[in-house]
């Protein structure tokens, strides 16, 4: 009994407002008749949660997430959050420190963050200073985890880069950091220009492989590997989280993240 009590105290969750929105059309999130997925016992409006497994790993089993390559978890934060941004029973920060899982309505709310702010505005929530220093990657990027695609969206369906790229340039172009040569073959793509080597940027990934035998499909490549609104664009190879090189997504010895979308 001492043990069963000890396990279960393990597994309680910090944050009551985890549990509101129940009986809502939240798509896959729609827990409603299905609270012993991630329960041990069945949650009750204003008190802790007691878990099947920790949160974070609750998550993973249905959302592919590269830790190494997002903002840090299962850590301390070292700041003061906001109200109803939840810890864990060790006062670690987890996924549904900033996401609730159980969101009023995930069709305004799709990434079902914990407030009304989007964007940089969300992260300045926690992270008051992160923006004051524009040579900090992060604080020009808007990435928190390393999505293998998300779809297109109406604010960027007529430009030919994602806006997560976008963002790169509004200091990629020469007045913070090295300016980003590209030339334009054509109205919807770009093609970057390095040292030694060039590379198009912009186009749909999934239609370019369709007819292209030599570019692995969607579905084969590293979660790693990002396609922001479906295009290849900055975050397909480099990443603000990383520790590699040149902050590529992973290492590129004898051409391996070359090779993870190209077959030769």
Not at 83 to 92: A, I, L, P, Y
Not at 224 to 252: D, R, T, W
């Amino acid at each position: 009994m001492k043990k069963l009590l000890i396990f279960s105290c393990i597994l309680v969750g910090i944050g009551s407002s985890a549990f509101i929105g129940f009986g809502r059309d939240n798509g896959p999130h729609d827990f409603t008749g299905k609270c012993e997925q991630c329960h041990l016992v069945a949650p009750q409006k204003g008190q802790p949660g007691i878990f099947v497994q920790d949160i974070d790993s609750l998550c993973e089993s249905c959302h592919q997430i590269v830790e190494s390559n997002s903002h840090p978890s299962k850590v301390a934060p070292s700041m003061k959050l906001p109200k109803g941004f939840t810890v864990d029973w060790q006062g670690r920060i987890t996924c549904t420190t900033c996401h609730n899982p159980h969101p009023d309505n995930v069709a305004d709310n799709p990434f079902m963050l914990r407030s009304s702010k989007r964007g940089k505005q969300f992260c300045v929530s926690c992270h008051k200073d992160l923006f004051k220093n524009p040579k900090k990657h992060l604080s020009a990027s808007r990435i928190a985890h390393t999505k293998s695609w998300t779809p297109p969206t109406r604010d960027t369906l007529d430009k030919a880069l994602d806006q997560v790229s976008l963002d790169c340039l509004t200091c990629h172009e020469g007045s913070v950091g090295p300016a980003a040569k590209f030339s334009l073959p054509n109205e919807r793509n770009l093609t970057f220009r390095g040292t030694n080597f060039s590379h198009p940027i912009g186009m749909d990934y999934a239609q370019a492989a369709s007819s292209n035998r030599e570019l692995r499909s969607v579905d084969d490549l590293s979660p790693m590997i990002s396609l922001y609104e479906g295009k290849v664009g900055c975050a397909s190879c480099h990443n603000p989280f990383s520790h590699e090189e040149e902050m590529l997504v992973f290492n590129n010895r004898r051409s391996a993240l070359c090779l993870e979308c190209h077959i030769k």
